[in-house]
C-alpha cells in the first residue's frame, strides 16, 4: 500500500534539499537567461529569424521545449545520481529510513520532489516564452502547445531518465560510473533517434511533432505509443530501485506493490512498444501487397473518364462522396469489366451504370464494374459511385521507396509529420495521391 502522506513528507524534503544545491540553481539560472535571450533575439525585427518560427504557432515553445528538455534530461540524471551519494557522504539516509514507509513511497516520494522543482522551473520558463510570444512576438500565439508539449516532450524523458539513473544506480554503486553510463547512452540514444521508428528517441529531439491550428496533433496515436513506452519503462526502474534499496522491508504488501509495479508497468512497456514496431511493419508490409496488385493490374484494359462531378459530405472525420463519371472505352476491344482505382480505405456503398445496380469486385485499391452489357468500342456509359469512410495514407506514393516516405521531413530542429489528406470538421485538405475519388486503371 502506498502512504501519500509520507510520499509527501518525502518529496517536501527532497524538493527543499534539490533547491539549496548550488548545481540547480545555476542550471535554472542559465537555462532561463539562455531561452530568454534566445527567444527576444529571435523575434526582433533585425534578427531576419526563418519563416518556420512565425509561420506556424507551435515552432516556438516547441523549439524552446526542445532544447530545454535535452538540458533537463542530463541535468536530472546528474542530480538523481547525486541525491544517493549525497544520502551516504552525509549519512542523512538513516535518519530517513528509520521512519514508518516503505522503500516504494521512499522513491516515489524522491521522483516526486524532483517532479515539482522541474515542474516549477519549466512552469516559470514556459511562462516567460508565453509571455514574450503573446506580447512581443510577430507570431500567432496559441495556448494548447503550452499545455500539450510538456506531457509530450518533458514529462516522459524525466521520468525516463531518472529512473533509469537510480537502477543504475542501485546496481552499480558508483555515482562517476553510473554518470558516464548514462551520458554514453543517452548519446546512442540520440544518435539512434531517427531509426527504429524514433522508439529510442527519449529525448524527442527527432520525434515528429508539430501542432497546427488547422489540424492540432495530426500524428497523437504514434506520440502516445513511444511515449507510453519510456514512462512505463520509467516507472519499472522507479520499482526495481524500490526493491534494490538496502533497507528492511516494511511489510509483505509493500513489497507485493513494488512488485505489481515493476511487472505491470514492464509488461506494458514490452507489450506497447512491440505494438507498435509491429503497426510500422505491418504498414511497410500493406504497401508491399499494394503494388504487388497494381503491378498485375498494370496490363488491363482500363476505360476513360471524360467527365466526373463530385458531391463531397464530412461527417466528422470520415469522407462520404457521390461520384457521377461519364466513361468511354477508348480501346478497340470490347471490356466487361471498369477498372477504377480508388483509397482502400473508401467503402463503396452503391454503384449504378446508366441507373441500374451493378455487381462490383474490390482487390484493396482496386475496382472492377461488371456491367450487364459489356461496353463495346468508343461507346460511353454514366456511373454514380457512392463511398464512404477514412482515407487510408499508406495507398499514397506507392511509387515511392519505403524510406523516403516514412523518412523524417526536417528542417533543422523541426520534423513536422508527414500527411498527405486532412478531413476535420473545420479544415479539408485532398491531394491527388490519397486516391480519394476513383481514377480510371491505376492512379499515376
Known amino acids: 500500500m502506498?502512504?501519500?502522506?509520507?510520499?509527501?513528507?518525502?518529496?517536501?524534503?527532497?524538493?527543499?534539499?534539490?533547491?539549496?544545491?548550488?548545481?540547480?540553481?545555476?542550471?535554472?539560472?542559465?537555462?532561463?537567461?539562455?531561452?530568454?535571450?534566445?527567444?527576444?533575439?529571435v523575434i526582433s525585427p533585425i534578427s531576419n529569424s526563418s519563416h518556420y518560427f512565425r509561420s506556424v504557432s507551435g515552432h516556438l515553445p516547441l523549439f524552446n521545449l526542445k532544447l530545454f528538455n535535452l538540458y533537463q534530461g542530463v541535468i536530472a540524471a546528474f542530480l538523481a545520481a547525486e541525491f544517493v551519494k549525497r544520502d551516504r557522504r552525509q549519512d542523512t539516509a538513516q535518519t530517513i529510513f528509520v521512519r514508518s514507509f516503505t522503500n516504494l513511497d521512499y522513491v516515489i516520494g524522491k521522483l516526486l520532489g524532483l517532479f515539482l522543482l522541474f515542474g516549477g522551473l519549466q512552469l516559470i520558463s514556459l511562462g516567460s516564452i508565453g509571455a514574450i510570444h503573446r506580447f512581443f512576438a510577430d507570431v500567432p500565439f496559441a495556448w494548447q502547445p503550452y499545455l500539450l508539449f510538456p506531457l509530450i516532450i518533458t514529462l516522459p524523458t524525466?521520468?525516463?531518465?531518472?529512473?533509469?539513473?537510480?537502477?543504475?544506480?542501485?546496481?552499480?554503486?558508483?555515482?562517476?560510473?553510473?554518470?558516464?553510463?548514462?551520458?554514453?547512452?543517452?548519446?546512442?540514444c540520440f544518435a539512434l533517434g531517427q531509426r527504429f521508428y524514433h522508439l529510442v528517441d527519449i529525448f524527442a529531439f527527432f520525434l515528429p511533432l508539430a501542432y497546427s491550428d488547422f489540424v492540432g496533433l495530426n500524428n497523437l496515436d504514434q506520440l502516445l505509443f513511444i511515449r507510453l513506452t519510456h514512462i512505463l519503462f520509467g516507472l519499472t526502474c522507479v520499482g526495481l530501485t524500490a526493491l534494490l534499496t538496502p533497507r528492511l522491508r516494511q511489510s509483505p504488501s509493500a513489497l507485493i506493490a513494488a512488485l505489481l509495479l515493476v511487472l505491470g508497468c514492464g509488461a506494458g512497456a514490452?507489450?506497447?512498444?512491440?505494438?507498435?514496431?509491429?503497426?510500422?511493419?505491418?504498414?511497410?508490409?500493406?504497401?508491399?501487397?499494394?503494388?504487388?496488385?497494381?503491378?498485375?493490374?498494370?496490363?488491363?484494359?482500363?476505360?476513360?473518364?471524360?467527365?466526373?462531378?463530385?458531391?463531397?459530405?464530412?461527417?466528422?472525420?470520415?469522407?462520404?462522396?457521390?461520384?457521377?463519371?461519364?466513361?468511354?472505352?477508348?480501346h478497340r476491344a470490347i471490356l466487361d469489366s471498369l477498372l477504377f482505382t480508388l483509397n482502400p480505405g473508401l467503402q463503396i456503398?452503391?454503384?449504378?451504370?446508366?441507373?441500374?445496380?451493378?455487381?462490383?469486385?474490390?482487390?484493396?485499391?482496386?475496382?472492377?464494374?461488371?456491367?450487364?452489357?459489356?461496353?463495346?468500342?468508343?461507346?460511353?456509359?454514366?456511373?454514380?459511385?457512392?463511398?464512404?469512410?477514412?482515407?487510408?495514407?499508406?495507398?499514397?506514393?506507392?511509387?515511392?521507396?519505403?524510406?523516403?516516405?516514412?523518412?523524417?521531413?526536417?528542417?533543422?530542429?523541426?520534423?513536422?509529420?508527414?500527411?498527405?489528406?486532412f478531413v476535420g470538421p473545420e479544415f479539408l485538405h485532398l491531394t491527388p495521391e490519397s486516391g480519394w475519388y476513383p481514377v480510371p486503371g491505376l492512379s499515376p
Open 2 to 41: 502506498l502512504h501519500f502522506y509520507a510520499i509527501w513528507i518525502v518529496a517536501r524534503c527532497e524538493a527543499r534539499l534539490l533547491w539549496r544545491s548550488w548545481a540547480f540553481r545555476l542550471f535554472s539560472a542559465f537555462c532561463l537567461l539562455f531561452l530568454c535571450f534566445f527567444n527576444f533575439a
Open 158 to 188: 524525466l521520468i525516463f531518465t531518472v529512473g533509469f539513473t537510480w537502477l543504475l544506480i542501485s546496481l552499480l554503486r558508483n555515482q562517476a560510473l553510473v554518470f558516464v553510463c548514462v551520458l554514453g547512452i543517452s548519446f546512442f
Open 349 to 421: 456503398i452503391a454503384a449504378q451504370i446508366d441507373g441500374h445496380p451493378v455487381p462490383l469486385s474490390r482487390d484493396e485499391h482496386l475496382l472492377w464494374l461488371h456491367p450487364d452489357t459489356p461496353l463495346a468500342p468508343g461507346d460511353s456509359c454514366r456511373l454514380v459511385l457512392s463511398y464512404r469512410g477514412l482515407l487510408d495514407q499508406r495507398f499514397c506514393y506507392l511509387d515511392v521507396d519505403d524510406e523516403r516516405f516514412t523518412g523524417p521531413y526536417k528542417f533543422w530542429l523541426f520534423t513536422p509529420p508527414k500527411a498527405y489528406a
Open 270 to 330: 514490452s507489450w506497447i512498444g512491440m505494438t507498435y514496431i509491429d503497426q510500422q511493419k505491418e504498414n511497410d508490409g500493406y504497401r508491399q501487397t499494394l503494388r504487388s496488385l497494381s503491378r498485375s493490374a498494370a496490363p488491363l484494359p482500363a476505360p476513360k473518364v471524360t467527365a466526373c462531378s463530385l458531391a463531397v459530405h464530412r461527417p466528422g472525420q470520415e469522407l462520404a462522396i457521390d461520384a457521377h463519371l461519364t466513361a468511354v472505352n477508348p
